[in-house]
């Protein structure tokens, strides 16, 4: 199950709730290894494309004299800028650009408005030329019909002379209404231009002030950063500190507990091989071989591939009855019924209820419902703890790495009457 999860770098959150903060912590620590390892296959193989070009495009940096990569770096080199001469010369630019944009609306709406005047003058004139000529041609006809030949010719010179002066003057006028439109779109530029500079002007005092406020606001939200991350800081601290404080306490407390442990064991044989003699054939445990301690028994896979965990419980059922029940799973060796231990398919809170009122150092085992194996519950004094027991092709252990492997579920159980549920220390 161990390499399962490191194959795919991925466990359960119903199944990491299982396990208990041991095997928890060697879980993490296999899985930081296995991504370290993975981490170097990918160098190495990075190296080999490196010495092996295939065609890929790559970045190339420039490099320096000394045959590091190029680094400029601003304001180093003595033709830099300064930042402060940088930022003044972008304001003045963006005010020039905006005050230039103002007056330039400015000027397109005078000059709109003048072209509008200057056009209905223009009509204006156009329509009292037209009335004028109107107006003698109509006395041009009145002439010839009550006047002689002498004096329409006298009329009509006079007419034409009128004609004519009434033209000059005309002529007179649209050459002053040029001249006033020539004049007026000088004066309007030269608005323009006052305008933009002076807009320029108050555009850029605006933008320095908003600089300002922005710098001055950046340096009280700064302040208020740096305080709440030294306060944070000091928390952090605190909090390392107590939960060193913590583990060292439990470290105390475990070694205190198993000198204890190993001293009444001691203390038991010697009474128990003082007041009864040794049957001939009894002979102290052995400590376990070596080649039955694995972590995680990497290319050993079970006969029939199945998934990580059961996906509800009429599979843990069927996986129970074909392959645990035939392996006596739960029996007590020495009389074939179940053992008093084994409580077959119940969950977490049953388990616990069950416990709830036993004294401290009562257990029970349970076939897990999230798991291919069995979850060990035990009663302490601080209070209730699961522990996964993986059942697999090699036999039965503890979840976690360097565990004793036990070919039967009993085995395991009577092993640890005499020897402390312990996890090998992470280095």
Known sequence: MLQQILDQMYIDPELMAELSEDQKQILFYKMRQEQIRRWKIHEEQME????????????????????????????????????????????????????????KVLREKEEAELQKRLEEERQRLQKEKEERENEMKRQQEEAALYQSIKEARLALERMELEKKRQEEEEKKRLAEIEEKEKEAKRRSREFSDLMREKRSSEIYTSLLKKRESMEKLAEENQSEVETNWQEQEKKAKEAELQMREKARQARTEYRESLRRSMNILQATQFLQNSTKPAPPNNKPPLPPKKHLIVTSAPGITNKK???????????????????????????????????????????????????????????????????????????????????????????????????????????????????????????
Do not use: C
Not at 387 to 416: E, K, R, W
């Open 48 to 103: 080999v494309e490196d010495k092996n070009p295939t065609g890929k495009k790559k970045v190339q940096f420039m490099k320096a004299r000394d045959g590091s990569d190029w680094v400029w770096v601003m304001g180093e080199h003595p033709n830099d800028k300064s930042i402060e001469q940088i930022l003044q010369e972008e304001a003045l630019l963006t005010a020039a650009k905006l005050a230039e944009a103002e007056a």
């Open 305 to 427: 591939p199945r998934p990580l965990r059961p996906k509800n419980r009429e599979q843990v059922v069927s996986w129970f009855q074909k392959d645990e029940k035939q392996k006596g799973s739960g029996l007590d060796p020495k009389t074939g019924k179940v053992a008093e231990w084994f409580h077959g398919i119940i969950n977490r809170s049953e388990a616990e209820a069950i416990l709830q009122d036993k004294k401290s150092g009562s257990f029970l085992i349970r076939v897990s419902e999230r798991v291919w194996g069995y979850t060990l519950s035990l009663k302490e004094t601080s209070g209730l703890k699961h522990f996964l027991i993986d059942a697999s092709d090699l036999g039965y252990q503890f979840f976690g790495a360097d565990q004793t492997i036990h070919d039967s579920l009993a085995s395991l159980v009577l092993f640890h009457k005499d020897n402390p549920i312990t996890f090998v220390s992470l280095p």
